[in-house]
């Protein structure tokens, strides 16, 4: 049972180039979400899903886009990389319903755009 | 959407001193109320939690206190050491929908025990 994984750990951008950071997760979870995390300003949703095939807009999706073919995955690509998106990312995943207690984060993944 | 401000956004104590974090948050749905630790370079890790019908929880050195009617809960660790040292998180979470559980986080605070 490794809970909530995301690859890869660190990555190196520049700018103009595209990539899809990959979060698993082995809980049976149904939601999961895409925060970024920036000095200051805490953890901002960018992207959630509630289900396999569903996504939707958090509070900063600009420049993201998210998939969820299969209920374990939840894919967060970035298609124009800005140094704007330098971030440590953080993928988590939460059971549906009132109990929210088993929300759970990755690791994370230090993106450097430059 | 909810909206929630912690403060203060950096904090030492001396080790052996309590440490307090405030948060308020603007929407009264909101009923569930994490904190999470988040150590150097590492995921945030839950450390205690409160649900709206309950207005104190403690956990060994931690407590939570949460007062519904003028939306504020905080943090409260007694007895510090070096360890406690990292940033600190507070959420706010509304009721279970089909939009999922959306975590409103504060901004964090930056919590250093002086040894």
């Known amino acids: 049972n490794a809970g909530v994984t995301q690859t890869p750990k660190f990555r190196v951008l520049k700018t103009g180039q595209s990539m899809t950071l990959l979060c698993a997760q082995d809980?049976?979870?149904?939601?999961m979400y895409w925060y970024r995390q920036d000095p200051g300003m805490g953890l901002r949703l960018i992207h959630y899903?509630?289900?396999?095939?569903?996504?939707a807009k958090g509070e900063v999706p600009d420049g993201y886009n998210v998939s969820r073919l299969k209920k374990q995955n939840f894919l967060l690509g970035l298609e124009s990389a800005a140094p704007s998106q330098t971030s440590v990312y953080f993928c988590?995943?939460?059971?549906?319903?009132?109990?929210?207690?088993?929300?759970?984060f990755g690791s994370g993944t230090r993106l450097t755009v430059v | 959407g909810e909206n929630v401000e912690q403060h203060p956004s950096t904090l030492s104590v001396q080790e052996g001193d309590s440490a307090v974090i405030k948060c308020t948050y603007s929407?009264?749905?909101?009923?569930?109320f994490p904190w999470y630790k988040q150590e150097l370079g590492k995921r945030p890790q839950l450390i205690i939690d409160?649900?709206?019908?309950?207005g104190e929880k403690k956990d060994q050195r931690i407590a939570v206190t949460l007062n519904k009617t003028a939306k504020h809960f905080s943090l409260h660790i007694t007895e510090t050491q070096p360890e406690d040292s990292a940033v600190y998180f507070c959420?706010?979470?509304?009721?279970?929908?089909?939009?999922?559980?959306?975590?409103?986080f504060g901004t964090g605070t930056s919590l250093t025990v002086i040894p």
């Open positions: 988590a995943s939460s059971y549906l319903g009132q109990d929210v207690s088993g929300y759970t």
């Open positions: 809980m049976n979870h149904e939601y």
């Open positions: 899903s509630v289900g396999e095939g569903t996504t």
């Open positions: 929407d009264s749905a909101s009923n569930y």
């Open positions: 409160i649900r709206s019908n309950v």
């Open positions: 959420a706010a979470v509304g009721p279970g929908s089909n939009t999922g559980n959306q975590f409103y």
